[in-house]
């Protein structure tokens, strides 16, 4: 999966480094080029919007993640061949939201979080 950057910087190796994802043996998203050791997409539950439906993306070098464990989950990520749709999950989340510019998963449509741009 590429998460599209725009911008004037957006085709640099750097960013796209940042942009590029896959699933791992285990079934979790993460960079597709890691810098340092694998980087892991999660979520923080301790960071959670209003009720609880939307969690913003976050990524961090897979160590980090696990030691903030049982806060910090990790995004599972599979692709239905059948479909051809890849979808994003974690527990009791499986929306996608482009938000004021940053990516959650949400149960809900994001109206706690504010203007959502697009539901992918």
Known sequence: MVWT??????DTPAVVMRTTFIVNSAGFLE???P?????AVYIDLAN???NGQSARLLID?????DAGAPNFVRVNACIDFDSGYFILETPGRDRVLNCN???YLSSGT???IGI???LF
């Open 61 to 65: 070098d897979a160590a980090t993640v």
């Open 116 to 118: 959502c741009d697009s």
């Open 35 to 39: 810098v340092d050791g694998d980087v």
């Open 101 to 103: 510019g940053n990516a």
């Open 48 to 50: 959670l919007r209003s």
């Open 5 to 10: 950057p725009v911008g004037p910087a957006a």
């Open 110 to 112: 994001g109206t706690e």
């Open 31 to 33: 960079l597709a080029t």
